[in-house]
């Protein structure tokens, strides 16, 4: 049954949080190795000197010449090796309260957005993040460290659902520029992407041209597999920007505006973030720990290319 009701929310954020650490702590040991930090970490471009080869470290950074020399592998170091910083964008829109199945498109949002964090403090990197609301916006800056990431994590799943409703949020962008250190990671987190928000006749929100030359940017989007394949069956269901109830017949005319809406949506997603290896669509079905990794396969695969 579709819901377009406030979410029931995550329950207790700092449990589920705790749940979730084993199975990211699993992936980063286990299947992802060294690939979060080979995708995400900035390298300083200052050559220091050569040290042996760790577990995790770079392999781009392999210095072969020494390693043939010495029999065993040796890796470049460079002056300045920079920490990551991400900043999350979680863009809170009362359409992400919808979902035909058990969960929400928000519940699955906010819980891939405590994957990332905890991604993060697991590598020893810095964590922020915006939380952009109808009732206003919520600012934190990035910290470093198991325990005050935790915290972060759990005021971001923490937070009140926005009113069925109330209007779409707009992020701070101009605001963003100035948030983080430059060639942080910055990640969109939300529903329709806000390029088609932005000011009349624009492609893309105020000031996006400045956050890609400033960080490297990202889009995570969340689908409901209703979005994906209009429901074959005819069904009754609740417009809360109209107050009534509507119903879907499947009509050639509803199948016409649902397809149209699908285009539209994704010219808004390519424009926004053009390199395929920049965004993430998942929906609300998916394993959130699986559609990360695949994620970050993807990206080292590129770079091994």
Known sequence: MATTSPSPGLGNPLAL????????????ENVLSGEYRSAFRGRGMEFDQVVKYEFGDDVRDIDWNVTARLGEPYRKKFVEEREVTLLLVFEDSPSLLFGSGAQSKREALLEIAGLVMLLGAV?????GFVH???????????????GRIMHLAASLLSRPAPEPTAAAP????SFLARAAPKHSILIWLGDFPPAARGPSGATQPEGWAVLRRRYQTMGF???DPWEREFPAARM????PAAGRLVTLDGGSAE???????VREREAAWLDLFPDQLSRLAFTTGENRLDALVRFFHARMRAGRG
Do not use: S
Not at 170 to 173: E, I, R, S
Not at 236 to 239: F, G, Q, V
């Open 255 to 261: 199948r016409a505006a649902h397809a149209a809406w």
């Open 221 to 223: 989007r969340v689908d």
């Open 236 to 239: 009754a269901a609740y417009d």
């Open 17 to 28: 949080l705790r749940r979730l650490e084993w199975r990211v702590r699993h992936a980063v």
């Open 132 to 146: 952009a609301a109808p009732g206003g916006t919520l600012v934190r800056e990035p910290v470093r460290g198991r």
């Open 170 to 173: 707009v992020p701070p962008w």
């Open 123 to 127: 590598n020893r990197d810095r964590v």
